[in-house]
Structure formats: C-alpha cells, structure tokens
C-alpha cells in the first residue's frame, strides 16, 4: 500500500522456519515491515503468531531463515541484546516486576539505554547520579504520556490489569524503541478498552514515531488501526496486505474468520 | 506452551520489599546511629564484644540479604565465604605480617571472586536446587580447610590464633572498644553502599531478574552477569564480615565455620526480614542472644525453647522485624 522503497524496511522477516521435533511450527515465513507502520500479525490458535514472535525477541532459534533489523542479522544476538537495538516489547499476560513500584519498573526499561558498574553504583558517583536524575525526567515524561503519574510509586501487583497492560506499555517505551512488538495487548480487556488501547497505539505510532508489530486475536482491533495485515495458518503465510484486502482474502475467511464472525 | 505463556506462571522464589521501604527513615536511622555509637562506652567489655559480633553477624545477613531479597536466589553457602574472608585476615595477618585493616579488603576482593565463580554453575540452578549447591558448598569447605596442603598457611585442625590490633594515634581506648568502633565504620559504610546499589540500575536489574527473568532479558538486563555479580557482592561483604569476625574472635578454625553458621544467617535474614536490609541487624541480634536466652530459660531444652521462639517469631511477624515497624508506625499515626 506504501511506495516502499526498500531504505523504508526495518524489520525483514526472511523465510523464517521454526521446527520443535517433528513439528514445523513455522515454515518459511517472510514479510517486511517499513518504517511507521502498524503491522497486524493475525491467524487462528498455533497459527504460529507467537513462535514468530518468540523469535524476534530471540526466545527461540529458527531452523532457518534470517530476520534484519535495519539490513543487520538479529539472530546472532542473545536475548538481552535485543533492547539496545531498538525492538521493545509487550508480554501476552503481562510480564511486569510485581514487587516494584511503577516507576522502577518503568526505569528498568531504560536498562539497555544506560550503562553503569556495581562500584559507581554502591559508590553513586556523580556520574551515576546525572544518569538517574535524566532517566527519572524520561521516566516522568512516559508516566505523564500514559497517565500513569498517579500511581507512579505504587507496586505494580496491586494494580488492576488494564493499568498493568499501560505500565508494561511505558517500561516498553522508556528504551525508546523503533519497533515495538505488543503481543496480545487486547487480550483480558473490555469491549471499551480496547477501543481506548487501540488509540493509544495508533498515538503512540504518532507521537513517538514508532513502527508497531501487533500480534492480536481481536479481529476487530487490527482491522481498525492496522496499515498492514500479515495472516498466518498452520504455520504459513496465508495472506498479506491491507486490512481490507486480507479481509476479503477467501483462505483466510476459511481459515480463520469462519463463517461465525462474518 | 509457549515461552512467552510460562512467563506469568512462573512462581515468585521471593516475596520482596518496595523498594521506597527498603530502607528506615532518616529520625529513625539517626536514632539507631546515636544507640549504636554511644551505647558501647557505658558497657561492660564482654558486652561490647558481643556487640561487635552483632555487627558482623549484621554484616553477614545483610549480604545474604541482597542475593536472597535483591537478586532473588537462596543461599546456605554463606558460611563457607565467611570462613574464605576469616582465613584470608587470619593468614595475611599472622603469616604475611599485613595490617589488620588492609586485610578487610583483601578478604572483600578474594570472596568477590570466589562468589562471582560460584554464582557461575550456580546460573544454571534455581530455587531448591541452588540452595542445595550452595549447602554442598558450606559441607565440603571446612574439611578443605583442614587439609594438609595448606596446613602451613591455615594451621590445618588446630586453626589460627590471631592477634587484637590496638587503638591506634595512641586512642585512651580499649582494644575492644576500638574494635567495636572500627566495626561500625565499616558496617555503615557497606551499609550504606548497599542501600545506593540495591536503589541504582544495577540494583534495579537484579530485582527485575528476581521478579521475571524473562521480562528482565527483554529489557536488556544480562541475567546471567547480574546474578554473578549477586553472587560476588554477597560473598565480598560477607568475606568482609568474615575477617572482622576472625579479628574479634582471635582465632580460626575450620570447624568455627560449619554449615551451622550458615543456616543461622538464613534464619537472620529471615527474622530480620528478606529484602529489608535494616531488618539485618536485627536478625543478627536473634542469631546471637536468642540462643543464650533459651538456654537461660531451660538449659537441658535449650534447643527446643529456641525452637518454640522461632515459630513464635514465624507465626506472629512473617515478614519478621519489618512487620513490627510497621505496627509501631501504625499506633503512631
């Protein structure tokens, strides 16, 4: 839908399989995504959404096949060098730090932006001390963007879990991240929350010129704010495109809308 | 099924403190600064002898504090780096002639290391098993340190005598009292640097790694760098407490530093508090004098009055003195 040249391409999944046994849990999936693009990554249960996903965030390995981030290889990193590349994410039920208070969980998503030893820390060098009262303005700033500053000192494990889905949201952002991956993030909310989450992503594409990779059930939520739909089934690439034109796709309604939804 | 799914199910090993708690409030501190500093010059020397001791027992708790309450993983290996730290003082005193206060570092950095070697295969356990690996090690150590090889330095089975360093600038003081003194500096000052490391980003990362592993590593936390460097904090400062501990005893010996030892800084870390690094002291007040009052009540069921205090403590304070600040502030307000 984009003129898109390739300089436009972030993220390039490469013919990516996944086997576990005998099983191919995917089985070469490729696609793209450009720069500022909500991308909806749809498709029934053990489609193979969140094995993709676990890739990208190098919880697994592929068999085979390559994924770039901006032309470079991701997959020779281990997991915790993810983040300081520019790929930030969402957990499908919420994977906060429950004893720490917002606010600390939100500073710990700043860690890959921020770098100090246990000397200067214990010691908490003048260094040390700029690098905390600049990731404290940052993290204000998020909590702010969120609506989150009124329960910036409380513990996350008591907060209901709209509020937690919006914490895990700002921890995601306090490294700044170019692509963020959310999985699931409408899953466990009201019909009217994810009308007020799927805004929010939309705004935060905006306002903070991020590229989003939304891996959701919600049908109705990726139809609305997505630019680009990517369907997958029993681990392939059904159909890519619009929303519309994926919609309209006669595999994937066999697939996955069925004939209940539409 | 998924990795991302077992991320929430996974259990918590730890139940820890908000961090803004973590610490006593400034009148309080100071409070408890002043009792500590004036307390000692009022008090017999036996007394103060046993208030050193509370301060390295402190000591020692604290740093299983910050492995258990920080970064999450159980240790019943403490008393194996308390003996590295004792023998570290105790040979570079008596052996090497080095000073008493230049050995306290020393003994700092040698169980830095040991620990931050440990916490390497210990990476690969969790929960009970790493408890289990780390009581392996408190086991296996004091018969290491009786072995003939190293009998020149260690004085094998008969141990060390160590020599009390006097006040020095010519201080009208006891060699006790200086001591105790000399302590308490270095209790505050680990106390101190603790509080700032647990408040930091390195701090910060090991508690995320103790709150969900997998959420830490996405956020680019190095899982396993910080829960070795846990592990080597932990052994430097009780490595620290270690050779204090040596200095005010005047003696090591192999059998001073037992699994016995080590499962009573568990039980210290636990009265005082997991995760609450003021309730260290207080757990190390527990370890010393409770056993001395149960024998005072009945000295034939010593053991078990200890035993009866204990679940005393367990069933009404839980999260142990943390909870009997917290009723004391409660009638206040």
Known sequence: ?262 | MSAAEDVVTEGQAVEAVPKRVMTLGTGTSLVVLAALVILPVFVKNFIIFQMTMLLIYGLAVLALNILTGGSGQFSLGQSAFYAIGAYTTAVLMEQFNVNYALTLPIAGVVCFGFGYLFGQPALRLSGVYLALATFALATALPQLLKLGYFEGWTGGVQGLVVTKPDAPFGLPISQDLWLYYFSLAITIAIYVASVNLLRSRSGRAFMAIRDNEIAASAMGVDVALYKTLAFGVSAGITGVAGGLGAIAVQFVAPDGYTITLAISLFLGMVVGGVGWLPGSIVGAAFIIFVPNIAEGISKGLSGAVFGVLLFLVIYLVPHGARDILRLVERRRT
């Open chain 1, 1 to 262: 839908m984009r003129a898109s040249a390739t300089v436009n391409i972030l993220l390039a999944v490469r013919d990516v399989s996944v086997v576990f046994g005998g099983i191919i849990a995917l089985n070469g999936v490729s696609f793209d995504m450009h720069k500022g693009q909500i991308l909806g990554l749809i498709g029934p249960n053990g489609a193979g959404k969140t094995t993709l996903f676990n890739c990208l965030s190098r919880l697994y390995q592929p068999s085979s096949g390559d994924i770039l981030m901006e032309g470079a290889s991701i997959l020779t990193r281990p997991p915790h060098r993810i983040a300081e590349i520019g790929i930030g994410r969402t957990f499908q039920n919420v994977a906060l730090f429950p004893n720490l208070s917002v606010m600390d969980n939100v500073r710990v998503g700043a860690h890959s932006k921020t770098s100090s030893d246990i000397i200067s820390d214990s010691l908490r060098l003048a260094w040390v001390r700029r690098s905390e009262t600049s990731v404290n303005k940052k993290v204000q700033e998020i909590l702010a963007y969120l609506d989150l500053e009124e329960v910036a000192h409380t513990t996350v494990s008591g907060l209901p879990f709209g509020t937690q889905k919006r914490v895990e949201l700002a921890r995601a952002l306090a490294a700044d991240p170019k692509i963020l991956l959310l999985d699931e993030p409408a899953g466990g909310l009201n019909h009217e929350e994810v009308y007020v989450l799927g805004d929010l992503i939309r705004r935060i594409r905006d306002d903070r010129h991020m590229t989003v990779l939304l891996v959701e059930h919600h049908m109705g939520l990726v139809m609305s704010i997505a630019d680009h739909v990517v369907a997958l089934n029993f681990g392939k690439k059904l159909a890519e495109g619009t929303p519309a034109q994926v919609q309209a796709d006669p595999d994937v309604i066999k697939a996955y809308l069925g004939s209940k939804d539409q």
